[in-house]
């Protein structure tokens, strides 16, 4: 089968790691399931792979987190949660199932916690690709392959981040770092379908405004005049809750721009982890600093059902051919993407 997987991890060019060619079509194991894969979408998660950041027990290595196919065959003795042929998307987050943290209410602690193309699991950029059953889910009514492919990752992560973690509700104002990224256009969905006031930022002028068209708020440049802007935004109160996940270029502003007890939820730092910590400003104002990764099933669940109910849509900027799976990874690492990239194969 065809599949885009990495030869190798780490050194100066992590794109040279990147294989687009033949591997073995994979066997379902016990309570494992094999898909078609029909679309998948790339997240920087998938460029960290390649550069040696959670580096994969062994290589050749297929990539990709996310996928949305239909369900070609179970393991032995594993009960048939779909039919076979189902349209289906998969959750991402894999766990024991059994330790304290699996049984109680947040799975995302468990310490074997792994997403597709992590520990064990070989990930989704390929014709077919296996699964836990467990983390099948039926494709909403309506929603595209290429759509469903999006939300594993992007959106999950996002949804937690909103509604779990900050706990915002409609008419709260939410800032989000980032105008373009897979995880910023997810939250940014999530919020305006979840009915609060967003403000985005961005480096790109051109984004801002693109932004605006889709329908945020407000639209600020993410340089030192953000935090004035923002604190004018909201008459000198600052936000309820900012979504954060760019690290040392935006994290001064993120405690900035927060009022009295608001909260900064976490979930990346693609521009550097170790911004200074700003403490007399995170305990006099009584920040709440929280750090998220992914979602529980059950969040999961709730995002579909929150797709389902509201209709919104992920932004994707184009899609690839499975076999063009280099052009897709070169657009990532441009830094220019505005929404998802998705590969589609089948
Ligand atoms: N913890 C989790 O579960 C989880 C899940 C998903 C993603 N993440 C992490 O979240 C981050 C974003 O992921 P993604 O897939 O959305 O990646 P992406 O598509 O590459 O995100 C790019 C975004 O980052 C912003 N950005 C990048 N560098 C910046 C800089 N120097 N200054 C200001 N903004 C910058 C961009 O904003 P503008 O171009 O508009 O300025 C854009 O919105 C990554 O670090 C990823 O690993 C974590
Ligand atoms: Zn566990």
Same mark, same amino acid.
């Given at each position: 089968?065809?599949?885009?997987?990495?030869?190798?991890?780490?050194?100066?060019?992590? =794109?040279? *790691?990147?294989?687009?060619?033949?591997?073995?079509?994979?066997? !379902?194991?016990?309570?494992? @399931? $094999?898909?078609?894969?029909?679309?998948?979408?790339? *997240?920087?998660?998938?460029?960290?792979?390649?550069?040696?950041?959670?580096?994969?027990?062994?290589?050749?290595?297929?990539l990709?987190?996310?996928?949305?196919?239909?369900?070609?065959?179970?393991? !032995?003795?594993?009960?048939?949660?779909?039919?076979? /042929?189902?349209?289906v998307?998969?959750?991402?987050?894999?766990?024991?199932?059994?330790?304290?943290?699996?049984?109680?209410?947040?799975?995302?602690?468990c $310490?074997?916690?792994?997403?597709?193309?992590? /520990?064990?699991?070989?990930?989704?950029?390929?014709?077919?690709?296996?699964?836990?059953?467990? *983390?099948? +889910?039926?494709?909403?009514?309506?929603?595209?392959?290429?759509?469903?492919?999006?939300?594993?990752?992007?959106?999950?992560?996002?949804?937690?981040?909103? +509604? &779990?973690?900050?706990?915002?509700r409609p008419?709260?104002?939410?800032?989000?770092?980032?105008?373009?990224? /897979?995880?910023?256009?997810?939250?940014?969905? %999530?919020?305006?379908?979840? /009915?609060?006031?967003?403000? @985005?930022?961005?480096?790109? !002028?051109?984004?801002?405004?693109?932004?605006?068209?889709?329908?945020?708020?407000?639209?600020?440049?993410?340089?030192?005049?953000?935090?004035?802007?923002?604190?004018?935004?909201?008459?000198?109160?600052?936000?309820?809750?900012?979504?954060?996940?760019?690290?040392?270029?935006?994290?001064?502003? &993120?405690?900035? @721009?927060?009022?009295?007890?608001?909260? @900064?939820?976490?979930?990346?730092?693609?521009?550097?982890?170790?911004?200074?910590?700003? =403490?007399?400003?995170?305990?006099?104002?009584?920040?709440?600093?929280?750090?998220?990764?992914?979602?529980t099933?059950?969040?999961?669940?709730?995002?579909? *059902?929150?797709?389902?109910?509201?209709?919104?849509?992920?932004?994707?900027?184009?899609?690839?051919?499975?076999?063009?799976?280099?052009?897709?990874?070169?657009?990532?690492e441009?830094?220019q993407?505005?929404?998802? %990239?998705?590969?589609?194969?089948?």
């Amino acid at each position: 089968m065809l599949a885009a997987f990495a030869t190798a991890a780490g050194g100066p060019r992590p =794109l040279d *790691n990147l294989t687009v060619g033949a591997r073995e079509v994979p066997t !379902p194991s016990r309570g494992e @399931v $094999r898909l078609r894969t029909r679309a998948a979408s790339l *997240n920087r998660h998938d460029l960290w792979t390649l550069a040696g950041v959670g580096t994969p027990a062994s290589f050749p290595w297929t990539l990709g987190c996310d996928v949305a196919g239909t369900v070609d065959a179970y393991g !032995p003795e594993t009960p048939e949660r779909l039919p076979l /042929g189902s349209s289906v998307v998969a959750h991402s987050v894999i766990t024991c199932g059994v330790c304290a943290a699996c049984l109680g209410p947040d799975e995302t602690s468990c $310490r074997k916690f792994a997403m597709l193309s992590e /520990g064990s699991w070989e990930g989704t950029f390929a014709e077919y690709c296996v699964v836990p059953a467990i *983390n099948l +889910f039926a494709l909403p009514a309506d929603l595209s392959f290429e759509d469903a492919a999006c939300l594993p990752t992007s959106f999950l992560t996002a949804y937690r981040m909103l +509604f &779990s973690k900050a706990q915002l509700r409609p008419g709260d104002t939410v800032l989000i770092q980032g105008a373009s990224g /897979g995880l910023a256009t997810a939250a940014e969905a %999530l919020a305006l379908a979840g /009915g609060m006031r967003v403000i @985005v930022t961005s480096r790109d !002028p051109a984004k801002l405004a693109a932004a605006l068209e889709r329908g945020v708020h407000h639209a600020v440049g993410a340089g030192k005049e953000a935090v004035g802007e923002v604190m004018t935004l909201t008459a000198g109160t600052g936000v309820d809750a900012v979504i954060e996940s760019v690290g040392e270029a935006t994290w001064a502003t &993120s405690l900035r @721009v927060l009022r009295r007890g608001g909260t @900064v939820v976490v979930a990346g730092a693609t521009a550097g982890a170790d911004p200074p910590a700003d =403490l007399r400003r995170v305990f006099w104002r009584q920040l709440r600093v929280i750090g998220s990764t992914m979602g529980t099933w059950d969040e999961f669940a709730g995002l579909l *059902n929150t797709v389902r109910a509201t209709g919104l849509r992920p932004l994707i900027e184009q899609t690839y051919q499975l076999a063009d799976a280099r052009a897709a990874f070169e657009r990532l690492e441009s830094g220019q993407v505005t929404g998802k %990239l998705v590969l589609i194969s089948g």
